[in-house]
């Protein structure tokens, strides 16, 4: 354990961290640049912390090969830049949010102990001895083995059900074998975990019956040796003795493989991970799904067979397209000579005493132990199964007597060599048609389907499985839709986002910011998505697709691949996202992507405050900007934002500060000004003197009291006062998409709550239609935009200009529910007759064409 490197709370007057307006602290201006300067290094800093996030998925998604030497460098690398956003925040907040120390500090812990081979949190000092079924998913992989956690998580997505079960996880074998690993009992403190969950287990059973157990390995390989699974029960003495002799069974198949010269990576796989206690099934059928069939002269294919006990001996086998929808290429249904009374199995046609006559591709209508649903959704499960572990799966499975599909157990089969189908692939692909290339990886692999177009309000119940997902932007909204997906196809987005650690989390081909895909890419198109190539093929390529299932992958099977995975599970999970919940607090941080996102909103929250915060801005050195509008202004320059030449008042032309000058815009634009007076009703004035001297005063609103442009190069905080509301604009406009953003906050206004109200409503739906994350508390509006291309930010902040002056004083107008949608209307008017319905410029302040980017440094200097 690190000894905890946290500054001191108690520093002296003019260190770094020291808040503002304390003794010694600089005033003005000079601190106002100085805070700056921490926000900047926030935004650099967490850019490089998600760079490097990125760089750990590429290499998870398949993009290279990596060693243990790289684990320890990015983790080292991260975890420096990690603290130094939570030391920045702490100076620009003053030392407000010193829990960031501790968090970071459990993090760190936690990363070096997995890098060191440790087992991570959920095997420390014996807890989780068993777990119930409801509470695996990939993070508790340790505790119960891939085959296990690949499972739920396919089950989770609905493509499969499970059977209700508990485990004696990683942690309870560890204990029982500490215990002396005795074959006819097990340790008392495993033995009442295991009676309370067996207790819990027949209660959600509804009664004690009889289970069965299995020994589960580590890995998912399709030639791991297993302990046979055996019965017990219902008595709860027989389950814990069965549980001891299948532990001592299983150890000693992973002791028989060391002594036949087995490595020591072989030998551990074959240790169990966990053992499985469920329900002893009474299957209506069961069979298996290779996603990869051994039969070469079906390729593309997926074998399902199905056997049913009250049909006879015999065993059905159904080949399926494998690029979905999974349409039904052959069916092999055994002889109804060897089926008895198939003819009353699950699937028969009522009413009929024999099989029909053999018709197209084999089938007897009414003879098939499977129909075409289920064939479709065990399909479907074994395509999510692929993605999870990395290769085609081998499933088994079992249908229940309400008819339900069950999955019992999964691995990861090899196909053998005359399988994989490569020869004249590079011809091939050479006379394939590209529809599209380019764009970025995000998760390699090859997927082919159907193109449907997706976008926030798609409903995932709606989406075929097994599509090719193109949008415009890789919104975090579409993460729901990733599981059901084949493949997604983005025409903007980063791949350090939300959207794409989905896509690898799910392993789900994927490649951002190919243009025009939506265009070049019609619904109902069925193409081949090659993600680690960048590029989309016209049609179904089946060799490629053979060559990505059959070829070598560094996957879930190499230790370095699963340690860079449980690192991951502490590095790159959003559990804590909008700033309103409650649980946004930095106690709850539980990775470093928890620790950067937060530091990231509480600086702009700082940001937004400027003016109550600071009251000495008041005397700093501003400078009035005339404009074309009845608007007094004034500049602070924080560096880059005003041209160096300016004089002491400035004009529009002399601003260089890009968002200020794209919110000028539509501000400044006097079609938006309606300077008319308004009709004030008596109502209108005693609704007003209860609010106008408290909305002046109220604390926290971050309003000074003259309006107050703070600029630099890429960002600008407006705090405007007009009448009785106030707008605070905060945006940084560069040229990565990834940092763009704008935070707007409207509050305010002197009419009746009613009307006030309507106001609020006019601006949440005129924000909504510029793409915003639009909250509304009453009277106070606030929205948030993030990541964006430069040109649709500037086109955004201007109508946002436009908004600001369109809505000054327009309360006191909103007399019925007609005047929202009638003034929502003449909105739109107004950008369409400014050209901001094209993104075209306005004619305000020099254009400055496409320069590039500074790099922000650390003291402030420099553009920013």
């Known amino acids: 354990m690190r000894s905890t490197s946290r500054p001191s709370s108690g520093r002296t007057p003019g260190q770094p961290g020291t808040p503002s307006g304390s003794p010694g602290a600089p005033h003005g201006a000079e601190a106002l640049r100085a805070l700056f300067a921490k926000f900047r290094r926030i935004l650099e800093l967490n850019n490089r912390v998600l760079e490097m996030m990125a760089e750990m998925e590429r290499a998870l998604g398949g993009e290279y090969i990596f060693d243990s030497a790289f684990l320890r460098s990015a983790v080292a690398e991260m975890s420096g830049h990690v603290h130094q956003v939570a030391y920045c925040l702490n100076v620009l907040s003053g030392n407000r949010h010193v829990a960031l120390y501790d968090r970071y500090e459990a993090i760190r812990n936690i990363l070096d102990d997995l890098l060191e081979g440790g087992p991570g949190p959920g095997l420390a000092g014996g807890r989780q001895l068993v777990l119930p079924g409801a509470e695996v998913r990939w993070e508790v992989e340790p505790l119960v083995g891939q085959a296990a956690a690949a499972l739920a998580e396919t089950a989770r997505a609905g493509e499969i059900g499970l059977l209700d079960c508990f485990f004696v996880s990683a942690a309870g074998i560890a204990a029982w074998r500490e215990a002396g690993g005795s074959p006819d009992e097990l340790p008392p403190a495993l033995a ?3 009676r309370e969950e067996l207790a819990n287990l027949f209660r959600r059973l509804g009664g004690p019956r009889r289970l069965v157990l299995e020994a589960l390995p580590h890995a998912a390989a399709e ?8 019965g017990a ?35 551990a796989a074959a240790s169990p991970a966990c053992v499985r206690l469920r329900e002893d099934l009474a299957a209506r059928a069961a069979g298996s799904i290779l996603a990869m069939p051994r039969e070469a002269e079906l390729p593309g294919t997926m074998l399902v067979t199905a056997r049913c006990e009250a049909m006879g001996p015999g065993e059905d086998r159904y080949f399926l397209r494998r690029v979905p929808p999974h349409e039904l290429v052959r069916s092999e249904q055994a002889a109804a000579a060897d089926l008895g009374g198939k003819n009353g199995g699950p699937a028969c046609a009522p009413g009929k005493d024999a099989a029909l006559a053999p018709g197209a591709r084999g089938l007897r209508r009414g003879s098939a132990i499977l129909a075409p649903g289920a064939l479709t959704g065990l399909a479907s499960a074994a395509r999510t199964l692929e993605n999870a572990l990395g290769g085609p799966p081998a499933l088994t499975w079992a249908m229940d007597q309400g008819g339900r599909l069950l999955a019992l157990d999964v691995s990861v089969c090899t196909p ?3 399988s994989v189908r490569v020869a004249g692939l590079d011809r091939i692909l050479a006379g394939a048609e590209r529809i599209l290339s380019g764009g970025a990886t995000v998760q390699s692999g090859v997927a082919a389907g159907r193109v449907v177009h997706v976008d926030e309000h798609t409903d995932p119940s709606a989406l075929p499985p097994g599509a090719v997902l193109v949008a415009r932007a890789a919104a975090p909204s579409l993460s729901p839709l990733l599981r059901r997906a084949a493949a997604v196809v983005t025409e903007m987005g980063s791949a350090t986002g939300h959207l794409a650690t989905i896509a690898r989390e799910c392993r789900l081909p994927a490649v951002f910011g ?3 895909a939506r265009a070049r890419l019609p619904e109902d198109t069925e193409v081949t998505v090659d993600a680690g190539a960048g590029v989309v093929y016209r049609g179904v390529i089946e060799p490629l697709l053979d060559f990505q299932a059959s070829a070598p992958e560094f996957g879930p099977t190499d230790p370095e691949y699963l340690t860079l995975r449980r690192l991951l599970r502490f590095i790159r999970p959003l559990s804590i996202s909008h700033p309103s919940d409650e649980g946004f607090a930095a106690a709850n941080c539980r990775t ?10 509480q600086a ?27 608007l007094d202004l004034f500049v602070l320059d924080l560096g880059g934002g005003v041209a160096p030449e300016a004089g002491q008042r400035l004009g529009p032309e002399d601003l260089t500060s890009r968002p200020l000058r794209a919110l000028l815009r539509g501000l400044a634009s006097p079609s938006a000004w309606d300077n008319a007076p308004m009709a004030l009703h008596l109502g209108d004035v005693f609704a007003g003197l209860g609010r106008s001297t408290a909305a002046l005063d109220a604390p926290g609103q971050g309003y000074s009291g003259r309006n107050l442009a703070v600029a630099a190069r890429t960002y600008c905080n407006v705090s405007l006062r007009m009448g009785y509301h106030f707008n605070v604009i ?9 940092q763009n953003y704008v935070y707007y906050r409207f509050v305010g206004g002197f009419a009746d709550e009613a009307r006030r109200g309507r106001r609020a409503e006019l601006v949440r739906r005129a924000l909504s239609r510029l793409g915003f994350r639009v909250e509304v508390r009453g009277d106070l509006v606030t929205a948030r935009l993030r990541m964006g291309e430069r040109e649709e930010i500037e086109l955004t902040l201007s109508r946002l200009g436009e908004l600001t002056g369109f809505t000054r004083q327009l309360d006191l107008a909103m007399g019925s529910e007609e005047d929202v949608a009638a003034l929502e209307a003449r909105f739109a008017e107004i950008g369409a007759d400014n050209g901001n319905g094209n993104g075209t410029d306005s004619g305000v302040g020099p254009k400055t064409g496409d320069e590039e980017q500074s790099t922000p440094t650390p003291d402030g200097g420099g553009d920013a």
Request: with cysteine; net charge negative; aromatic share 4%.
């Open 604 to 630: 702009m929250e700082e940001l937004l405050e400027l003016s109550a915060r600071h009251p000495d801005l008041e005397q700093a050195a501003t400078r009035p900007l005339e404009l074309p509008v009845p």
């Open 233 to 267: 029960g219902p008595d709860a003495d027989e389950v814990l003795r069965a549980v001891a002799a299948l532990l001592a069974e299983a150890d000693a198949v992973s002791k028989k493989v060391a002594a036949a010269g087995g490595d020591e990576n072989e030998a």
């Open 514 to 516: 190919l243009q025009d």
């Open 416 to 418: 053998p060599p005359e």
């Open 730 to 738: 905060d945006s940084w406009l560069g040229d990565t998409p990834g």
């Open 223 to 230: 030639a791991t040796p297993r302990a046979q699974a055996r």
């Open 592 to 601: 470093f992507h928890d620790i950067i996102h937060f530091c990231h909103e």
């Open 192 to 194: 009442e975990a295991v």
